[in-house]
């Protein structure tokens, strides 16, 4: 790669775009326009009303072939959204599409700026100015254009990784779904029905679990986590974590060479496993042994032994018999799959309610969490479907909902955000009282209900006639009587304006969502970006709401927010979708913004090989002597090692030094005071 020099003759166009009155109603347009005129290569500058409609395109394909450009500059809105725009026209001009440059005078300085019009005017041209420089330095470059692996992964089976895996599976995809726990079916599988139209929620799921088990592309990994990875979009290398069950599946078993054997789902090892714990799955309110399964309609049906619990006493090998399926020394295996591109469905947590005291969570017998509610009501739960009042027993007839637990806190303790279900929820627990439990009375203290989905407000109606009672104010507080054990919420309601103090038998905290545990870890693994809240980044909010900028990695469900089950479910049909296209592509072209050594400048002193974070860079021997090699595909043009090199030997594509010089000059030199 030689060193790029200036181009001979730079001719740069610039278009300034109105946005209708987004730029136009506080920057002066005509005044830009002239300005951009006046700077050095410019030799055509104008304006339009909405730069991105095809008349504003066709703009500027015939100013480049008028006035034979060699750079566009476009003064308009954020180029993550109309980059891709202009950069098409460009080309249909006959420029190559990377000679094209675009200055945000919308989104970093009309929005900001709105009732300061000369200072916007002024920054505009700057923005300009600076834009014009880069543009006048601006080279060719050519995307390179890479394979794309016929197989995909999803990590995280809830509701919404099940449906996405199924989608990419149905297209003839080969499709590695993970999921960390010993089962599919994530948050989904322990509600107990579902609004508004109050289905049970697993004889919904299970036929998808089933379905999902059955499927022959999808090669389901359970009980395994992601350890690491490598690569880029069509080509991904991750290593992945098989955690030691200690139970063998009947293909594991034959592997072994153990006929006929492996794990059949008899249970027969449980009920002699000494060891209790309590079960995470019922939340705690119900045991499970050291050898486990969550939940009747676990898929696979395959035991799972809990080691930290686990006293290796053998009892469970000796009541397995025949099937020899329990392996007490099993050990965790790392197995490494190829895919092109990635869907992360990582779901959530319940928000820690405790750390908001005043509500006495953990701290009164009787005030619950709503996914609590949902295993107390559901049939298969702990009690059978009976709610009871932990502190006795007792059936609860005045029972209050605390909504907003948590969520859309300001405090710094919880969550800014809201949850988005939890209102709707609380509607479907009231009706489940008031239908299981004659007399029984629902008390929703909510701070406005959002009914936003279809037939949600209908329902929030049919609550409202069933006799719910609702009470507009955020509580305050909750106290217990010590002996009877029953609750005083006490609040303001907001629409009589006086504060109310109200006594139940039970309270049910409709707590925060926020993101999965092992989100955090899962996201820097595959280098996509979290909001401030946590929940994953995607692409652009309403034009690319399933992708990420990652190339290759795509988001379902609630790890990009809280979504109910349509939601998530709709989500993960797109970023199945998304995920798909490069692989039935079957190559992707990947922007050409990469390293390049200067091999004359580069000492082979080898030291900016450990700071690549992606492992793009090598040292290579040539002509007797060493020298630095970028593996394009791997390198993500981040800069670090062009900033780094001592020697000035690394040439970033598209950033490069004297591009970036020529834009601080710009900027420090160029400006008209
Ligand atoms: P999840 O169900 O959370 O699934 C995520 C999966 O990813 C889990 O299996 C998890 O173990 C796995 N995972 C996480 N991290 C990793 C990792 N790093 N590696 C591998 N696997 C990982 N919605 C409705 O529409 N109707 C209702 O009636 C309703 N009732 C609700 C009641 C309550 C009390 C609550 C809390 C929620 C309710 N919801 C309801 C919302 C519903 O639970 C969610 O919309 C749905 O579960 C989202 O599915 P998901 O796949 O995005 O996430
Ligand atoms: Fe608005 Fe951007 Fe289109 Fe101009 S190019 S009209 S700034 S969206
Ligand atoms: Fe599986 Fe053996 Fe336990 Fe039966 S006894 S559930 S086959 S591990
Ligand atoms: Fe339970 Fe472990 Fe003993 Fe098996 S070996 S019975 S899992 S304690
Ligand atoms: Fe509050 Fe309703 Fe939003 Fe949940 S969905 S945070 S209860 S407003
Ligand atoms: Fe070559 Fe610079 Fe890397 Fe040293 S730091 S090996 S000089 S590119
Ligand atoms: Fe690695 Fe340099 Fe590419 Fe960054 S720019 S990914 S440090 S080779």
Redesign the pocket.
């Given at each position: 790669m030689a060193e790029v020099k200036k181009n001979e003759e730079p001719r740069i166009g610039v278009f300034v775009c109105h946005c209708g009155t987004n730029i136009a109603g506080s920057v002066n347009i005509q005044e830009v326009k002239d300005y951009a005129a006046s700077l050095p290569n410019v030799v055509v500058s104008n304006d339009y009303q909405y730069m991105c409609s095809t008349p504003g395109q066709n703009m500027i394909v015939e100013a480049i072939k008028e006035h034979n450009l060699s750079g566009v500059v476009v003064a308009a809105c954020s180029p993550r959204l109309h980059e891709p725009t202009f950069r098409n026209a460009t080309k249909t001009g006959g420029l190559n599409p990377f000679r094209f440059e675009m200055a945000n005078i919308r989104e970093q300085n009309s929005w900001v700026h709105m009732h300061q019009p000369e200072e916007a005017t002024k920054k505009a041209k700057d923005a300009i100015r600076i834009a014009v420089a880069k543009a006048s330095l601006l080279q060719d470059l050519h995307p390179k254009s890479v394979p794309v692996e016929k197989a995909a992964m999803v990590v995280g089976a809830g509701v919404g990784g099940m449906q996405a895996a199924l989608d990419l599976a149905n297209a003839g995809i080969k499709t590695y779904l993970v999921e960390k726990t010993p089962t599919i079916g994530g948050r989904m599988s322990q509600l107990d029905k579902t609004f508004p139209t109050l289905d049970c929620s697993q004889c919904i799921l299970t036929p998808k679990m089933v379905d999902v088990y059955r499927n022959e592309n999808i090669e389901l990994l359970t009980y395994t986590e992601v350890e690491g990875v490598e690569g880029y979009i069509g080509n991904f290398d991750v290593t992945l974590r098989k955690k030691a069950r200690g139970v063998l599946t009947p293909d594991e078993a034959e592997a072994r060479g153990i006929v006929g054997g492996g794990c059949n789902g008899c249970g027969d090892c449980v009920d002699v496993c000494p060891v209790i714990k309590p079960n995470p799955f019922e939340l705690g309110m119900a045991p499970r042994k050291a050898i486990y399964i969550y939940h009747p309609q676990v898929v696979p049906l395959i035991y799972t032994i809990d080691f930290d619990s686990c006293v290796k006493c053998g009892l469970c090998v000796d009541a397995c018999g025949d099937k020899k399926a329990i392996d007490l020394e099993m050990q965790d295996e790392l197995m490494t799959v190829k895919v092109g591109t990635v869907i992360l469905a990582t779901g959530y947590d319940i928000f820690p309610i405790e750390k908001k005291p005043e509500w006495g969570y953990k701290n009164y017998d009787n005030v619950i969490t709503s996914l609590e509610f949902e295993r107390l009501i559901c049939a298969s739960g702990p009690t059978g479907g009976k709610l009871i009042r932990p502190s006795d027993g007792a059936t609860p007839k005045r029972v209050g909902f605390v909504l907003c637990a948590g969520s859309r806190d300001n405090t710094g303790v919880g969550r800014p955000y809201c949850s988005r279900f939890c209102c709707m929820y609380s509607l479907k627990h009231a009706h489940q009282i008031i239908e299981k439990i004659p007399g029984a009375v629902p008390y929703i203290f909510y701070m406005d209900i959002r009914s936003f989905g279809k037939m949600y407000e209908e329902f929030y109606y049919r609550i409202q006639d069933e006799g719910a009672k609702f009470i507009r104010g955020r509580v305050a507080n909750i106290l217990e009587d010590p002996e009877t054990k029953n609750l005083y919420i006490k609040a303001e309601d907001t629409l009589l304006g006086r504060p109310v103090d109200v006594e139940v038998d039970m309270v049910v905290l409709a707590a925060a969502v926020q993101p999965s545990a092992e989100t955090e870890r899962t996201r820097r693994l595959f280098g996509v970006s979290c909001s401030q809240d946590g929940w994953l980044l995607e692409a652009h909010p309403k034009l690319n709401p399933c992708g990420t900028t990652t190339a290759g990695v795509y988001l379902a469900g609630v790890c990009q927010g809280p979504k109910d089950i349509p939601d998530t479910v709709a989500q993960a049909e797109g970023a199945a979708s998304a995920a798909s296209i490069p692989i039935h592509k079957g190559a992707v072209e990947l922007e050409p913004y990469f390293a390049q050594?200067i091999e004359e400048?580069?000492?082979?002193?080898?030291?900016?090989?450990n700071l690549c974070p992606y492992q793009a860079?090598s040292?290579v021997e040539k002509n007797g002597r060493k020298?630095?090699q970028v593996t394009e595909a791997k390198c993500k043009g981040c800069g670090t090692?062009g900033g780094?090199?001592?020697?000035g030997?690394?040439w970033m594509q598209h950033f490069a030094t004297p591009q970036i010089i020529a834009q601080i000059d710009a900027f420090l030199l160029g400006g008209e005071e």
């Open positions: 050594c400048k580069c000492a082979g002193c080898g030291l900016c090989v860079l040292l020298v630095m090692c780094f090199c001592p020697g030997a690394i």
